[in-house]
């Protein structure tokens, strides 16, 4: 049995999140990697955003137990937290933040008065005992007594409680003395006392109030004795925030409580063994063995980012010529500058070898052609370059464009707009990194020709010339992951400052209405702050490392000098020696400057390939795939309309079951309404066909086939939606109403007809040819409706409509016209609506009610309506009532806005 690893790094891993909602999945990407478990940050938010809750602290102990942690929730009293004895750590703790709400952070080990504390919020930090204690969250839970006095007499309490005891001085025996007296009793209230007594009179002592020893002891004794005789008179002595456990109330079977307040963790023991892994169901431990969801599964086996493979692998593409004939053209252009310091130093005797007047001549000709030589090399070289870098660009982007709408709708949820926004704005620095690349192996060419000529220069100074070299090479790559680390948390407050000037915006008439601008401010202030932080913290590094580069490499050079001058004074070749010594540490920063600059395009590389690296519907569905292929099809009574099926269905999304124990069946050619209340789970329902959700349990058939993979692209391709969120588009209306649909597509009169438009089409200034703003802000939302509907009615080979609310913002009147032209339209098509118009499914051969994410009543119309108290029934008369009582009431008036005239109306029926 392989045995569990208990020993987590020394430094915890720093990851920052992208969103304030993402600080449990950030906190369990830093755990699992601190024990060695590898797995993908992106895979864990995308879980967290369907399968479970990450922010709840139950479920990152039950993740976290999954993933193969050996993690346990508990509370503790505050000052226990850090304790030794109590072993706490490492753990993911609540804290409380300014603003009051609550967040996770990863509290790793103590050291001394500093505690390693790793903040999805800011990285990682070094606060002080007192300052991460006074952040905690506190939580106050009602225990049955019983339960915490057996946890009580556990190490976890006993050993911390003895440990302050011992430091308030105490002796040994009088510890034990009052420790075996409270052990003994049979209520909780002599260990509660001795606790809240211990912590009073170690304040006291901390304060200076109380000196140690006897004094202390004696009034820790008498404090002790009042609690433990009569709690009461205890909870009066003493300050009730110096108590961690009270009295309560009796629980509801009449037995005995306690309040308990305390910090909030998840304690994580070490990673799991084996046989710990493989435990069955039915473990004491429930998580233990648990079934993985594919996002989980994913999390676990997508392999680290390697950028700089995968890039390799994009270059490859142009075969291995180029990067060899480069290499060599930038090898030969080091090599030439080598060659030009030993002309430029013969200069200076060429008077006295050259006596004739044209062997001067000649020689000054073979110089200058030399230069120009190399001059001409450097434009192969940089045309080169150029070329790969933009080669790179563009595989990348085509890479990146083709990946996008295969993606998930889930992956998209699980991310800003601004964030995926910024990594394609951020492809065209890509583009930099051959000449980078040329750049440092020409650096790296001339230090190591540099090198090599001390060397032939003067033998003995080998060692030096040799150990300079090899410290300005090795100073930056040692530095890398550091400066890496640094670089990404600065990018990661860059995405998430982006939101405010992306997201915010389409948020900004809500902000403005709520008066919601401070509070936008204030966060916005506090984000540009973590983002400063970085920025001194990523500067001040390569400050530091720079610094002991440029000491070192001098220093270095200085030594090489003097060993040369003490051994030959001033030769012939000194001024050539003092030219390449000093060569070398302006070489090593050169070198360094550009090696430092390939984390923040590594961090930028990273964040390009993430997209391209998820995981697409159909290979999460491939399993699935496979083992329904043997499937019969169940023939369709019309070929233009599919059947559904679902069976025992149900949906989560972020922990929360939106739909549960859906059993439904729809045959070919059914128009079924649904109605519920807002919230019922409607558009859930829909939105399984349309590939938002994927079923957490049970199975969905489209044509008797399982729904996944291949199946929901082509379902896609065969249905028509209607929905009030579906986009138009800053074009012309023939534009709109063509999106979708193949090139030959032409909407006719009659269409426009059966969708209202001609009326629209009339106050058009341009006609079909008039752009409509984006997202068809230059016409009014009924408007847009009927554009929406047009465009599903053009689409050809429609085998499924769903219709989601699809005339919101139009009058009754024009709601019914427009629903009989759907349903007349769609006629021998499989056809979903949901509407909240109760009394417009009367006309529907079958309607489905929604209660709480279930299909609560099922059937016609008709029949649901004639049954008394049944909530089709309930929904139609509440529906009447508002018409008749609220709408037709004297005490409204009625106001016509019509062609921008507002005119006043007789009260009249609706």
């Known amino acids: 049995m392989k045995v569990p690893d208990r020993h987590p790094r020394l430094i915890v891993p720093e990851v920052v999140q992208t969103s304030a909602m993402d600080c449990g999945p950030a906190s369990l990407k830093c755990v699992l990697e601190g024990f060695g478990i590898p797995v993908s940050y992106g895979r864990l938010r995308e879980s967290c955003q369907t399968d479970v809750d990450g922010t709840s602290i139950d479920t990152v102990e039950e993740v976290a137990m999954q993933l193969g942690l050996d993690a346990e929730q508990i509370m503790l009293p505050v000052d226990y937290l850090l304790s030794r004895e109590a072993g706490a750590l490492p753990a993911i703790v609540v804290v409380r933040l300014p603003n009051g709400v609550t967040h996770f952070v990863v509290v790793w080990r103590r050291l001394g008065p500093f505690v390693q504390v790793m903040d999805p919020a800011t990285g990682r930090r070094w606060p002080t005992h007192e300052q991460f204690l006074s952040s905690l969250y506190i939580h106050v839970l009602p225990v049955q007594a019983a339960t915490w006095l057996q946890w009580a007499r556990s190490d976890q309490f006993i050993h911390p409680l003895r440990r302050k005891l011992n430091a308030l001085g105490l002796s040994r025996r009088s510890c034990a003395d009052m420790l075996g007296s409270a052990l003994k009793a049979e209520s909780w209230c002599p260990l509660a006392a001795l606790e809240a007594s211990t912590r009073t009179v170690e304040e006291m002592v901390c304060s200076g109030g109380l000196p140690r020893g006897k004094e202390a002891a004696r009034v820790l004794g008498h404090l002790f004795e009042k609690g433990r005789q009569n709690i009461t008179e205890g909870i009066k002595a003493i300050p009730s925030h110096y108590w961690s456990v009270r009295n309560a109330p009796a629980g509801p079977n009449g037995e005995e409580q306690v309040l308990l307040q305390g910090a909030v963790l998840v304690?994580?023991?070490?990673?799991?063994?084996?046989?710990?892994?493989?435990?069955?169901?039915?473990?004491?431990?429930?998580?233990?063995?648990?079934?993985?969801?594919p996002e989980l599964v994913a999390a676990l086996e997508e392999p680290p980012s390697r950028p700089g493979r995968e890039l390799l692998r994009l270059l490859r593409v142009d075969g291995a010529v180029s990067p060899i004939v480069l290499g060599s053209a930038l090898f030969l252009a080091a090599a030439g500058v080598m060659v030009e310091a030993v002309l430029f130093r013969s200069l200076l005797g060429m008077g006295r070898e050259l006596g004739l007047s044209g062997q001067r001549l000649g020689a000054m000709a073979a110089l200058v052609g030399f230069l120009a030589g190399l001059l001409l090399l450097e434009f192969p070289i940089a045309a080169g370059l150029l070329g790969m870098g933009r080669h790179l660009e563009s595989r990348l982007r085509i890479a990146f464009l083709q990946k996008i709408p295969r993606l998930g709708d889930r992956y998209f949820h699980s991310r800003l707009n601004s964030d995926m926004a910024e990594r394609s704005h951020l492809i065209h620095r890509v583009r930099l990194l051959p000449q980078l690349g040329g750049e440092l192996l020409r650096g790296s060419f001339e230090l190591i020709l540099t090198a090599a000529a001390i060397i032939w220069l003067d033998p003995g100074t080998a060692p030096i010339a040799i150990l300079a070299a090899v410290f300005a090479l090795a100073l930056p790559l040692l530095a890398q992951?550091?400066?890496?680390?640094?670089?990404?948390?600065?990018?990661?407050?860059?995405?998430?400052?982006?939101?405010?000037?992306?997201?915010?915006?389409?948020?900004?008439?809500?902000?403005?209405?709520?008066?919601?601008?401070?509070?936008?401010?204030?966060?916005?202030?506090?984000?540009?702050?973590?983002?400063?932080?970085?920025?001194?913290?990523?500067?001040?590094?390569?400050?530091?490392?720079?610094?002991?580069?440029?000491?070192?490499?001098?220093?270095?050079?200085?030594?090489?000098?003097?060993?040369?001058?003490?051994?030959?004074?001033?030769?012939?070749?000194?001024?050539?020696?003092?030219?390449?010594?000093?060569?070398?540490?302006?070489?090593?920063?050169?070198?360094?400057?550009?090696?430092?600059?390939?984390?923040?395009?590594?961090?930028?590389?990273?964040?390009?390939?993430?997209?391209?690296?998820?995981?697409?519907?159909?290979?999460?569905?491939?399993?699935?795939?496979?083992?329904?292929?043997?499937?019969?099809?169940?023939?369709?009574?019309?070929?233009?309309?599919?059947?559904l099926s679902f069976e025992n269905v149900s949906v989560r999304v972020a922990g929360h079951t939106i739909l549960r124990d859906i059993d439904l069946k729809v045959e070919a050619g059914d128009h079924v309404a649904v109605v519920g209340v807002s919230g019922a789970g409607k558009s859930s329902l829909v939105g399984v066909l349309l590939g938002w959700h994927r079923p957490a349990g049970g199975n969905v058939l489209v044509d008797g086939l399982t729904l996944d993979g291949a199946r929901l692209e082509k379902l896609r391709q065969e249905t028509a939606w209607v929905e009030p969120a579906v986009h138009l588009w800053n074009r012309s209306l023939f534009d709109n109403l063509r999106y979708g649909a193949p090139a030959d597509a032409v909407p006719s009169g009659m269409l426009l007809e059966q969708s209202n438009l001609r009326e629209l089409l009339a106050k058009l200034p341009e006609g079909l040819q008039t752009k409509l703003g984006e997202g068809g802000a230059l016409v009014s939302g009924g408007e847009g409706q009927r554009v929406r509907l047009a465009r599903a009615m053009l689409k050809p080979d429609v085998r499924l409509a769903i219709l989601d609310e699809p005339f919101r913002g139009l009058d009754r009147r024009q709601r019914r016209d427009l629903l009989t032209c759907a349903r007349k339209h769609w006629q021998e098509v499989t056809l979903l609506c949901i509407t909240h118009d109760v009394s417009e499914t009367l006309a529907f051969p079958r309607v489905l009610v929604m209660e709480k994410g279930r299909i609560v009543e099922s059937g016609l119309p008709a029949q649901l309506a004639s049954v008394a108290g049944s909530r089709y029934r309930t929904m139609l008369e509440a529906e009447g009532s508002v018409r008749k009582d609220l709408w037709s009431s004297s005490d409204w008036r009625h106001l016509r806005l019509e062609e921008g005239r507002l005119t006043e109306t007789a009260m009249r029926g609706s």
Do not use: C
Not at 276 to 289: H, M, N, V
Not at 558 to 587: C, E, I, K, M, Q
């Open 481 to 643: 992951p550091l400066l890496a680390e640094r670089d990404l948390r600065l990018r990661s407050h860059v995405g998430a400052l982006s939101r405010f000037y992306l997201d915010a915006f389409l948020g900004l008439v809500p902000v403005r209405t709520h008066g919601a601008e401070r509070a936008m401010r204030r966060e916005h202030e506090g984000l540009l702050m973590e983002w400063g932080r970085a920025g001194l913290g990523l500067q001040r590094a390569v400050v530091w490392i720079e610094g002991l580069q440029f000491l070192a490499g001098f220093a270095l050079a200085a030594w090489l000098l003097l060993n040369h001058v003490g051994r030959f004074g001033d030769s012939g070749g000194t001024l050539l020696l003092v030219y390449w010594a000093l060569s070398l540490p302006v070489l090593g920063q050169e070198v360094a400057i550009i090696a430092w600059q390939y984390p923040a395009h590594r961090n930028v590389t990273l964040r390009l390939l993430e997209p391209m690296g998820a995981i697409e519907d159909m290979e999460v569905d491939q399993p699935r795939d496979t083992q329904q292929s043997a499937q019969p099809v169940v023939p369709a009574r019309s070929s233009r309309a599919m059947s």
């Open 267 to 293: 304690h994580m023991r070490g990673r799991l063994s084996t046989a710990q892994l493989d435990a069955p169901s039915g473990a004491p431990r429930k998580t233990i063995g648990s079934p993985l969801s």
